[in-house]
């Protein structure tokens, strides 16, 4: 069992679904398990896709994806979340392509240390990311400041901004659906590794 809902196998789509799920297939053909617990209202799911790849993949971003699937990482570990963690580190380790330095930071995260491993504009990102988080009521004007401080600039904090609410969006989905990653093909960059 893949998650706690009922789920439509993609052989068994037609009409909307079959329509949304050609929209949300990955490069190898499949629709992962994020996606799939969507199938019985295939507006959310084209919803949910729409502002996945705006936040995390458009490339009008400019911090480097590596980056951005570390927050997402970051914010997943914060949630607990295991499905997103093991996707989207599998994507940062494809992008860091240095095995030693992706344990590192994988590392650190996993102890809610990332000034182990990052300082400056980064480290102060991540922060923010952890914050907006955990502590989402307590969010004030200075931790925009300390951004500005860092070195980052408004366009950059949206995009950590975004990256991290998409992903407690999407942690609460899996998580509150009991979605895991059984029969998905692990990692966005799964066949463009070489490339991206």
């Known amino acids: 069992m893949s998650a706690w809902i009922k789920m439509i196998p993609l052989e068994d789509a037609d009409g909307e679904l079959a329509r949304v799920y050609d929209l949300v ?22 919803g949910h896709v729409v502002l996945y790849r705006s936040v995390l993949h458009n490339p009008d971003n400019v911090l480097p994806f590596w980056f951005l699937e570390v927050i997402a990482s970051y914010t ?51 922060r923010y990311a952890g914050k907006l988080t955990r ?25 950590v901004n975004q990256v991290c609410a998409y992903f407690n969006y999407s942690n609460r989905l899996l998580n509150g659906l009991g979605v ?3 029969g998905d093909v692990i990692g966005y960059y799964q066949d463009d590794a070489e490339g991206a």
């Open 25 to 46: 297939k990955t490069s190898n053909g499949t629709v992962d398990n994020v996606m799939r617990a969507h199938s019985l209202r295939p507006h959310t799911m084209e």
């Open 76 to 126: 997943s570990i914060a949630n607990d979340c295991e499905y997103s963690l093991t996707h989207h580190f599998a994507n940062a380790r494809r992008l860091i392509a240095d095995n030693a330095r992706a344990d590192s930071i994988f590392k650190a995260l996993k102890a809610d240390r990332p000034e182990d491993v990052f300082e400056g504009k980064e480290l102060a990102l991540l």
């Open 135 to 159: 502590d989402i009521g307590k969010m004030v004007k200075s931790d925009i400041d300390i951004l500005h401080q860092a070195g980052c600039d408004d366009g950059e904090i949206l995009e």
């Open 180 to 182: 895991t990653t059984e």
